[in-house]
T-cell receptor, first 111, second 113 residues
């Protein structure tokens, strides 16, 4: 079946440093990707998305990079803050009207 | 405020006792979906709906039912819950089709004893 995975289950960074969270997907036909942030006890919160006709997209303090050749997605968070501590996961949309989700990377920001 | 609302947030029940988890969105979205989230696994889709009266199975539909009689509501029904359905459930919606930004509810933690 389709799979979406994250490279590291946990990541710790110093406050102010940049964070990079990675994700790999299996289906080259996937054409839409989303990064979500999930805080404890809350639902997933949309961060940023990217379609397959792009390889980079920037938001406020966040950048998503898409490498379709190796089927890899990354989320970069600039100047990481304590409020960024959460679980981050990627979602890849495959034909068949559904997303497949990674298991998540738990980001801890050390003050 | 645009949102997806699920109720209840927490539910403890016993095996075999029918239950319904409600989901409502106020964004006039056509697409709605239910997921379960279990430790060590990514979100897995249970059922989805492309529009009113149109529902389809996701990856893990066994033991669940849904209905979409109105655009805003998409309840999840467990006719005879079993302990393996203990999980964290999320409802989500998007404007149309499925490859658009998905908005999630706050979740329903279900425990089946």
């Amino acid at each position: 079946g389709e799979s979406v995975g994250l490279h590291l289950p946990t990541l710790s960074v110093q406050e102010g440093d940049n964070s990079i969270i990675n994700c790999a997907y299996s289906n080259s036909a996937s054409d839409y990707f989303i990064w979500y942030k999930q805080e404890s006890g809350k639902g997933p919160q949309f961060i940023i998305d990217i379609r397959s006709n792009m390889d980079k997209r920037q938001g406020q303090r966040v950048t998503v990079l898409l490498n379709k050749t190796v089927k890899h997605l990354s989320l970069q968070i600039a100047a990481t803050q304590p409020g960024d501590s959460a679980v981050y996961f990627c979602a890849a949309y495959f034909t068949g009207n559904q997303f497949y989700f990674g298991t998540g990377t738990s980001l801890t920001v050390i003050p | 405020e645009a949102q997806v609302t699920q109720n209840p947030r927490y539910l403890i029940t016993v095996t075999g006792k029918k239950l319904t988890v409600t989901c409502s969105q106020n964004m006039n979205h056509e697409y709605m979906s239910w997921y379960r989230q279990d430790p060590g696994l990514g979100l897995r889709q249970i059922y989805y709906s492309m529009n009113v009266e149109v529902t389809d199975k996701g990856d893990v539909p066994e033991g669940y039912k849904v209905s979409r009689k109105e655009k805003r509501n998409f309840p999840l029904i467990l006719e005879s819950p079993s302990p393996n359905q203990t999980s964290l459930y999320f409802c989500a919606s998007s404007l149309n089709r499925g490859n658009e930004k998905l908005f999630f509810g706050s979740g329903t933690q279900l425990s089946v004893l």
